[in-house]
């Protein structure tokens, strides 16, 4: 089984994936922990990659599709959670060209939906660990000590990009980039749309319940 979540920034996208990639034994990609990582390695496409992601830009095609072809490969035999790709109706295509070249395809599409107004309190209050990336949020999911992950003890930190003005950059750019794809699988009748809002264990359920129906 090979699902594709998304959603605009702050929908809870990550939070969502960590679940159900355990429940229903994917193999979790996500391209923005990709390229986090490879930014943090300063390799040459972290370098490149960090240019447009601390704009809130979308990282060009080229350079997503050279870093994620290996970890699309790795999920092929077991099924994948799909999260931060594809992006934009483009990646989209690839990602269905690459699927039927192994006689594969994306199961479902689901698509989080979160108010703006939500959004914006959840990434101006997120922080995540330095080390192992778990995310918290100041208010709605602080650290049991402050400044320190629950997890590993190592320091949390503001991403860049949350700050305000790259928040409505990241925004605007989903709105015109990625939107489309809600029509994108629509038309190939994969589309689901899940409400965002609410405890993160609801939203679990209600994901669940869409895949489980499918
Ligand atoms: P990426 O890391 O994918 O960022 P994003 O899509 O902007 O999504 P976020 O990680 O901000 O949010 P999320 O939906 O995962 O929410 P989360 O669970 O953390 O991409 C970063 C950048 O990389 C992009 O801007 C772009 O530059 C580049 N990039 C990535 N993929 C690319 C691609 N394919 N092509 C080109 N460029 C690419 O939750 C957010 C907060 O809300 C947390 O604090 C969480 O605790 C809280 N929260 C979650 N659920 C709930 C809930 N139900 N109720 C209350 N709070 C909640």
Known sequence: MNIVLFGPPGAGKGTQSALLSKHYNLHHVSTGDLLRNAMKANTSLGIEAKKFVDK????????????????LQKGIGVGMLLDGFPRNPSQAQALDELLNAEGKNVDQAIFLEVDKSELLNRLTGRRVCSSCGATYHVKLKPTKTEGRCDLCGEKVVQRPDDQES??????????????????????????????????????FRAICSAVDSR
């Open 56 to 71: 809130g830009a979308l990282v060009p095609d080229s350079v997503v599709t050279g870093l994620i072809k290996e970890e």
């Open 166 to 203: 790259v928040i409505s950059n990241r925004l605007e750019v989903y709105d015109q980039s990625t939107s489309p794809l809600k029509e994108y699988f629509s038309k190939q009748g994969k589309f689901v749309a899940v409400k965002g809002s609410g405890d993160p264990k609801d939203v």
